[in-house]
């Protein structure tokens, strides 16, 4: 069941995020039962057009539950509009490059000066440092924290795909904020949290630095690209079943390889010189070639079935528009069903059912600018005010009405 009283429920966030990092931790925040409202400039947060124009994955799955409000923040007027909001908040969050920090007047002195006791959450590219005016993105750290290096299709380094370092340091961001309103109200450097991109690169891969500190004692040579990692065992991967399907298999230990060789591997050929995993990592191609052999014989159904009768861990590999189908994912709490214009999404959600503030009633996607008189009503503006805003282009309400997505080619 979700909370009956979300920790976060009267609780008020300004979100000044854009693509994914600030977005996501606004995300985590609103299913927590925070009031989270996105102020985005005319053209709107970035990921409103990125799918052939229209809003893209991002948005749809990060920004439901939020009011959007439009503000030119690059007018003295609309920077005095979010001075007011930021007033009226317990948190301000966003990710602003440290140049768009100032420039847009919402630097941490500037939001105290107006609301000593607010929590001030800035992600950037980089923390203190030489680089901290530097300008980053997920696969940039991705490639200098080592991720990269490590990760290569045809030899080429290569980005991982999703972006799990904007979603990393939108997480930790939260853990910063949940602490932060904690803490005494005039403690103003408790309430302020700054991080990363980079920094959180370096404590998500800290086992990798650590691991390769300990080989260079032991006196481990490593060859570039090679090492498997810490974790990585012979039949721990994917493999192709008889009909053209895959399955990752669970294979970290001594037990889980006696039950795949009790399952696929017929008695009289099992080898008891691989009994360890010390003794299959040595001999890793000819462990690789009994489970690719033992696998491809057999198609998904009966695979699945002599796998699970065995209690060997595994699970096919499924496309990702397959996924939600699933009658795991299916169990009722686990997904909200939301529209966006004249479309139905099934998001997932915050996976702490106990924690989680309740669906009913939760917010779809906004339209870009569809709270925004809404809000300013909220803080103390006048019906006259509003419309005198609106007319000089300060503010906007709802200039994004369609999906803005292109219709499919012919």
Same mark, same amino acid.
């Given at each position: ?52 124009g ?29 001075m ?67 990760h ?21 961001a ?18 302020c ?13 800290? +086992?990798?630095? #650590? ?10 040579? &490593? +060859? &570039? ?16 079943? #008889? ?23 017929? &008695? ?10 010390r ?26 079935? +002599? ?7 595994f ?20 997904? #909200? ?9 099934d ?9 989680? #503030? ?50 499919? +080619?012919?």
């Amino acid at each position: 069941m979700a909370a009956q009283h979300p920790v976060l429920a009267g609780r008020r966030v300004i979100e000044l995020g854009t693509m994914l990092a600030a977005p996501f931790a606004g995300h985590l925040l609103a299913q927590l039962g925070a009031e989270v409202i996105k102020v985005e400039p005319p053209a709107g947060d970035p990921t409103r057009t990125t799918t052939r124009g229209g809003a893209g994955g991002s948005f749809l799955a990060y920004n439901r539950g939020k009011q959007s409000v439009c503000i030119d923040l690059k007018t003295s007027e609309g920077q005095a509009v979010l001075m007011r909001l930021i007033a009226s908040a317990d948190v301000v969050l966003h990710n602003l490059s440290p140049a768009s920090t100032r420039a847009l007047g919402v630097t941490r002195a500037d939001c105290l000066r107006v609301n000593p006791g607010v929590v001030y959450c800035h992600i950037q590219g980089y923390g203190s440092g030489p680089l901290e005016n530097e300008l980053a993105s997920n696969p940039v750290i991705e490639a200098s924290t080592g991720v990269m290096f490590g990760h290569r299709i045809n030899g080429r380094p290569t980005r991982l795909g999703p972006s799990y370092h904007d979603q990393f340091a939108g997480s930790y961001a939260v853990i910063g904020i949940l602490a932060a309103l904690q803490a005494p109200v005039d403690d103003v450097d408790a309430r302020c949290v700054e991080l990363g991109l980079y920094e959180t690169g370096l404590h998500v891969a800290a +086992r990798d630095y #650590a691991g390769d500190q300990l080989k260079a004692q032991l006196g481990v040579v &490593a +060859r &570039a690209g090679a090492d498997p990692g810490e974790f990585s065992a012979p039949g721990y991967g994917a493999y192709e079943t #008889a009909d053209g399907r895959w399955v990752y298999l669970l294979m970290l230990s001594d037990g889980h390889w006696k039950k795949f060789c009790d399952a696929l591997v017929p &008695a009289e050929t099992h080898d008891e010189t691989l009994t360890t995993s010390r003794s299959r990592k040595k001999r890793r191609p000819e462990v690789e070639l009994i489970v690719k052999t033992a696998v491809a014989a057999l198609p998904l159904a009966e695979l699945s079935s +002599r796998l699970r009768d065995a209690g060997v861990g595994f699970t096919e590999i499924k496309p990702s528009d397959q996924v939600l189908n699933e009658a795991q994912a299916q169990v009722p709490g686990k997904l #909200a069903r939301l529209g966006y214009a004249q479309h139905q999404f099934d998001l997932p959600n915050l996976p702490l059912p106990h924690q989680r #503030a309740p669906l009913e009633g939760e917010l779809p996607p906004p339209l870009l600018g569809e709270h925004t008189m809404a809000v300013l009503a909220s803080i103390g503006y006048q019906e006259p005010e509003c419309a005198v805003l609106q007319a000089a282009g300060v503010v906007a309400v709802l200039t994004q009405v369609g999906t803005g997505w292109a219709p499919p +080619r012919a």
